[in-house]
């Protein structure tokens, strides 16, 4: 019996933790280029933004899925992920 209940409680605990990992996984914030363009995802990302380095914004895309088309140049990156604003600084050479 009490075997079993250790087992158990053994097993919960894990499945604690792959959820909880599936949870972080969610939350990845991936910046990638295709070409030219710049690719911005995230399941919990509200807003992006794209400034040029003299503060000019360029662009701003509303949802969890943003693309910008660039040409060379260094670029600033803003995206509202999660509550929180995350920056990147984007060079494209």
């Known amino acids: 019996m009490k075997v079993s209940l250790v087992l158990l409680t053994v097993i919960c605990l894990m499945a604690g933790v792959n959820i909880a990992d599936a949870a972080k996984n969610e939350d990845k914030f991936t910046?990638?280029?295709?070409?030219?363009t710049l690719v911005?995802?995230?399941?919990?990302?509200?807003?992006?933004?794209?400034?040029s380095?003299?503060?000019k914004l360029l662009q701003k895309?509303?949802?969890?899925?943003?693309?910008?088309?660039?040409?060379?140049?260094?670029y600033?990156?803003?995206?509202?992920?999660?509550?929180?604003?995350?920056?990147?600084r984007i060079e494209l050479r």
Request: aromatic share 10%; net charge positive; no cysteine.
């Open 53 to 55: 380095m003299q503060g």
């Open 76 to 88: 600033r990156l803003f995206a509202k992920v999660n509550g929180e604003t995350v920056s990147r």
């Open 31 to 36: 910046v990638r280029f295709r070409e030219n």
């Open 40 to 51: 911005v995802a995230s399941t919990r990302m509200e807003e992006a933004r794209i400034y």
């Open 61 to 74: 895309e509303r949802g969890n899925f943003a693309e910008f088309e660039l040409d060379r140049g260094t």
